[in-house]
């Protein structure tokens, strides 16, 4: 009986969610920003995206809190990029998108929670300053069980910006 008890013990640990192997997203949500003018609707180079707070303000990862990589610094976007593979094919080196700009989060990130936006700032003054706020469903959230608190194929909704001179 105590041989019993203690397969049946196992068992339950052995085979629990905690258990199973994990993919190398874990834990991982992307927010993917579009930025298009809206004349010729390609995608816009050289812009600095940013998070921003309710207030507008920066959103410094402080000791992580936000993000897993990038310690203590604004979070900022960055943009896709091709790699070539051995056998000469190119992709993307992110595979959510494509030339688009991605930040990488935790995925316990929730923005309207607290009232997240997307800053976009054009350094070569091509376009106006943009504000554009967060939802949910912006989110790529990889490999976790918190993408069902969105609910079925509510996130994955990049956030398309067109932005006029």
């Known amino acids: 009986m105590k041989k019993f008890i203690l397969l049946i013990f196992i068992s339950a640990f052995g ?12 834990f991982t949500t992307y927010l993917v920003a579009n930025p298009i003018d809206s004349a010729t609707k390609k995608i816009i180079n050289d812009l600095q995206i940013t998070l921003v707070d309710a207030q507008g303000n920066d959103v ?48 316990n990130f929730i923005p309207e929670e607290k009232g997240y936006s997307v800053k976009i700032e054009d350094p070569l003054k091509r376009y106006p300053t943009t504000l554009v706020p967060v939802f949910n469903s912006n989110l790529y959230v990889l490999c976790t069980t918190k993408v069902k608190s969105f609910g079925p194929k509510m996130t994955n909704n990049m956030i398309t910006i067109e932005m006029s001179k």
């Open 15 to 26: 085979f629990s969610q905690e258990g199973l192997p994990h993919c190398g997203y874990d």
């Open 60 to 107: 410094v990862n402080t000791n992580n809190e936000f993000s897993l990589i990038h310690k203590d610094k604004t979070l900022t976007f960055a943009k896709n990029y091709r790699v070539t593979l051995a056998n000469d094919e190119e992709r993307w080196f992110y595979n959510i998108c494509e030339d688009q700009y991605l930040l990488q989060l935790k995925a």
